[in-house]
């Protein structure tokens, strides 16, 4: 075994920290082990990226789309998606180097936050929470959420944490829910799985003293 998922967020009552603890961080491919998350905050490349933070870096490298300099705006904390985002994003590399503010269910004044972002990235958890009129136009928009929601005729859909009709008229770049991040995540897991089986690899050939 190269790689292990705890699939979060666990059923109620089993203790997300502790199991997360015992995951060798060698094969934490989720990248939510602490010394992951520690190698995360001190920029150490050996380190699993989380996959969900990760495939949003790989998506907006993979549009050209600049983040040095430009306001960031996170809304969300969660150690899953938020925090590590925000790292990611101050780190000191091309794909990095962004000015981050970090928005919570305690923040004031949120819409006026995302008005100030050149990057939104919405992982808040609440279906369509962000609407167009907060969004500077030509705004990158990248929305995390999933939620199966109601489609006024009987039946279900799958929207965001953005309101997608609102927020395509204004933004410059919007990621579509579903087909956006959540593929990306699931690519950066397949990425870290099988980086963690060329490690595991590089280091049952090193000779012991
Ligand atoms: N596409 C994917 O691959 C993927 C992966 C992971 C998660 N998701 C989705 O992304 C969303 C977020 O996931 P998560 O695990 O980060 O959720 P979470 O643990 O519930 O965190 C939600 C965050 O949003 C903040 N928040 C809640 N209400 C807010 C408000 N009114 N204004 C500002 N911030 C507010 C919360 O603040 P507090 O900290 O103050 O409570 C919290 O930090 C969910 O819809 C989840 O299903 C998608």
Redesign the pocket.
Known sequence: VDGILLQ??LPAGLPEKSLLERLAPTKDVDGLHPVNLGKLVTEDPSGFRP??PA?ILELLAHHGIEIEGRNAVV????????KPLALLLLQRNRNGNASVTV?????RD?PDLVRRADLLV??????R?VRGEWIRPGATVVD????RVDNGSGGTQIV??VDFPTAVLVAGALTP?PG???R???AMLLRNTVLAWKRHGEAARVPSD
């Open positions: 979060l967020p996959c969900t495939g809304l969300g904390r969660s150690t899953l998606v938020g928005a919570h269910s305690r923040s949120v919405a992982a808040v958890g609440s279906p929470f995390v959420g999933i939620h965001g944490d829910v956006g991040v959540g990306m995540t699931v």
